[in-house]
């Protein structure tokens, strides 16, 4: 007798149910990610070392305009290519690309959902963790530079993963809730890559905070993502520890997002497969 791993049309709880989804297909995860991986660069000569150069690249544009051009140095001493890739790494590669992944999920999985039984949280989480591992390739690239240009390895970078795990609840929540908002509108995909261009402009991943005018500060702050970067950049290559507020924001902004993303996706998602 055949045993019903997952029934789509049971009834769910908006909380607990996608989360034991996502345990319970976390190899089919895996594999998805790596087919992700995998495909994403199928077709070109250089293949997943893409991964490394995309954010190597918009490093060094970013270095030739702001060193060069404008004059501009990193924080404190920190060598400006070091201050840069962190920034591209963490807030553009991990973020903004994780986020339109997760959001575009669904889209990307509506045949699969119209033929199969499978939860929909499994093609959002894939996206996400997918963005989880570009990022964790190219901190191998950041530890190398700052071995070479300074500031070198603190012992503070085991503690990296903490900054990493609340980015990854932050943007698969906020991935589920452009998804499912997508479904119904999915010209929303299109307004979040502009608001996402925004939000890396609004923190200071490619500018010293130095340069902002005191009376802008308190907006920069407000923004979640400065929490993140400066407790990223701490463990990374300052070894220091950001002041409390950071993590506490960070920390309790990953949670809501995270169960508020999960609840509004559980409630949306069979409906992709219908409207997309």
């Known amino acids: 007798m055949t045993q019903l791993v997952y029934d789509s049309a049971s009834p769910q709880h908006p909380l607990l149910d996608p989360f034991r989804n996502m345990w319970n297909k976390r190899g089919l995860i895996g594999l998805l990610v790596a087919r992700d991986l995998t495909l994403r660069y199928k077709r070109s000569v250089l293949g997943v070392w893409w991964t490394i150069l995309n954010p190597l690249l918009t490093t060094l544009i970013y270095w030739l305009v702001f060193q060069n051009i404008f004059g501009r140095q990193g924080e404190d001493g920190v060598p400006f290519v070091v201050y840069l890739l962190s920034g591209t790494l963490f807030v553009s590669t991990f973020f903004s690309q994780g986020v339109l992944a997760c959001g575009t999920s669904l889209m990307g999985g509506r045949n699969i959902l119209s033929k199969v039984r499978v939860p929909g949280e499994v093609f959002a989480v894939t996206a996400s963790v997918a963005a989880a591992v570009n990022f964790a390739i190219g901190l191998v690239i950041l530890a190398g530079i700052q071995l070479l240009q300074g500031p070198g390895i603190p012992w503070t970078i085991v503690l990296v993963p903490i900054p990493l795990l609340a980015m990854l609840m932050f943007v698969t ?21 502009v608001l996402l261009q925004l939000a890396v402009w609004m923190v200071p991943t490619f500018y010293p905070l130095d340069i902002i005018p005191d009376s ?25 520890f950001a002041p409390t507020w950071n993590f506490a924001y960070m920390g309790v902004s990953a949670v809501v997002a995270l169960l508020l993303g999960v609840w509004v996706f559980s409630r949306s998602w069979r409906q992709a497969a219908v409207k997309m």
Do not use: Q
């Open 173 to 193: 929540g906020v991935g589920m809730l452009i998804a499912s908002a997508a479904i119904h509108f999915y010209d929303v995909i299109d307004f979040v890559r």
């Open 216 to 240: 802008l500060l308190p907006f920069i702050k407000i923004n979640p993502l400065f929490s993140y970067l400066r407790v990223f950049r701490g463990f990374m290559y300052e070894g220091t």
